[in-house]
């Protein structure tokens, strides 16, 4: 099994993140955000990646370090269970429907951080959720994982279904990166011999 587990403590936030990327998209999520404990929820579930993932943020100042570390931590714990990342298809893509809405992602496990983001929402909260964190939790997630990231929301009216279809979307491509070539088993998916730098 790839699992990993992260702890992580600073002034602002108190976290414990696990995960198994070999799991049956079991979680248990308490970040102390409704709209994103469904959020990490549906990423968990579509993927296919166990997560327990434990949050306590200084949410009366905002949720700005509750979300932003929360991906953090996600992200870290991944790269941990990914270890050398040998077997790893490395890329997953795919078009996700909502409803009215379809969004875009591709990806590539690269050891090379970037988040390309078009998508925006209408109005400026989701439940209690201020709907400017989720390019950030992106872009953390991104960065602490190692990801080449795209996201698009190519249409759609409804703000939720924009949101849920981007994280259904990014839970489907992950699952496909993540999953084993049987075939290369042994390698690192790189001309290199490694990946990232």
């Avoid at 409803?99 to 875009?104: I, S, Y």
């Avoid at 590539?108 to 390019?135: H, N, Y």
């Avoid at 992106?138 to 994280?167: D, M, P, V």
């Amino acid at each position: 099994m790839r699992t990993g587990s992260i702890t992580r403590k600073t002034e602002e936030t108190d976290i414990a993140v696990s995960v198994n990327l070999d799991g049956t998209g079991t979680y248990k999520v308490d970040t102390g955000i409704g709209f994103l404990d469904h959020m990490i929820e549906q990423f968990s579930r579509h993927s296919l990646i166990d997560i327990e993932c434990r949050v306590k943020g200084d949410l009366h100042v905002d949720q700005h370090h509750t979300t932003e570390d929360s991906a953090i931590a996600l992200g870290q714990a991944i790269s941990q269970a990914l270890g050398d990342k040998k077997g790893i298809t490395r890329y997953g893509h795919t078009y996700s429907p909502m409803d009215e809405a379809l969004c875009r992602v591709a990806l590539d496990i690269s050891g090379r951080p970037v988040l390309v983001w078009k998508a925006a929402f209408t109005q400026p909260r989701l439940g209690e959720m201020d709907t400017e964190l989720f390019e950030h939790w992106f872009q953390s997630i991104s960065q602490a994982a190692g990801i080449t990231l795209h996201i698009e929301s190519l249409y759609g009216s409804n703000n939720h279904h924009i949101i849920e279809g981007i994280y259904k979307g990014f839970a489907r491509a992950m699952r496909a990166a993540i999953a084993i070539d049987p075939r290369k088993a042994d390698a690192v998916p790189s001309t290199k011999g490694i990946l990232g730098g």
